[in-house]
C-alpha cells in the first residue's frame, strides 16, 4: 500500500489548531475569512476567535467578495523599470565635447548669474 502524502488529523475548527498546519500566505487569509464567508460569522467574533484586527478580516472578506479567490494571491510585482548608465551623457551635452572647459565655465557663469 502506498504512503500517505499527508498525516489524517481530525477536523476541527479551533483556529489555535488550523493556524500551525497552514504554510502558504493565501491559505492562510482563506481560513481566517472562510467562517465570515460561508456561515456568515460576525468578523467581530472572528476576530476573537483569531487574535486578527477586526477590521483586517472585514477587508479581507470584502476583497473576496469583489476578486474571489485573486485576492488572496499577493499582487504581481511592477515590471523592472531598465537602469540608465549615468555615465552617458545626454545627446545635446555630447556636442559640447569640441568646446573648451572655460567656455563651458562662462556658460555656465552666464545662466547661474541671470
Same mark, same amino acid.
Given at each position: 500500500? +502506498?504512503?500517505?502524502?499527508?498525516?489524517?488529523?481530525?477536523p476541527?475548527?479551533?483556529?489555535?489548531?488550523?493556524?500551525?498546519?497552514?504554510?502558504?500566505?493565501?491559505?492562510?487569509?482563506?481560513?481566517? %475569512?472562510? +467562517?465570515?464567508?460561508l456561515?456568515?460569522? *460576525?468578523?467581530?467574533?472572528?476576530?476573537?476567535?483569531?487574535?486578527?484586527?477586526?477590521?483586517?478580516?472585514?477587508?479581507?472578506? *470584502?476583497l473576496?467578495?469583489?476578486?474571489?479567490?485573486?485576492?488572496?494571491?499577493?499582487?504581481?510585482?511592477?515590471p523592472?523599470? +531598465?537602469?540608465?548608465d549615468?555615465? %552617458?551623457?545626454?545627446?545635446?551635452?555630447?556636442?559640447?565635447?569640441? %568646446?573648451?572647459?572655460? *567656455?563651458?565655465?562662462?556658460?555656465?557663469?552666464?545662466?547661474?548669474?541671470?
Amino acid at each position: 500500500m +502506498p504512503k500517505r502524502r499527508y498525516e489524517r488529523r481530525e477536523p476541527t475548527h479551533e483556529w489555535s489548531q488550523i493556524r500551525p498546519l497552514l504554510k502558504d500566505s493565501a491559505q492562510i487569509k482563506y481560513e481566517l %475569512i472562510r +467562517p465570515v464567508i460561508l456561515w456568515g460569522v *460576525n468578523a467581530k467574533e472572528r476576530a476573537a476567535e483569531t487574535g486578527e484586527p477586526r477590521s483586517t478580516i472585514y477587508y479581507q472578506a *470584502n476583497l473576496f467578495d469583489q476578486a474571489g479567490m485573486a485576492s488572496l494571491l499577493p499582487p504581481e510585482p511592477p515590471p523592472q523599470v +531598465p537602469k540608465l548608465d549615468k555615465r %552617458i551623457l545626454p545627446p545635446p551635452m555630447r556636442q559640447l565635447s569640441s %568646446i573648451s572647459m572655460r *567656455n563651458i565655465l562662462s556658460i555656465m557663469w552666464m545662466r547661474l548669474r541671470a
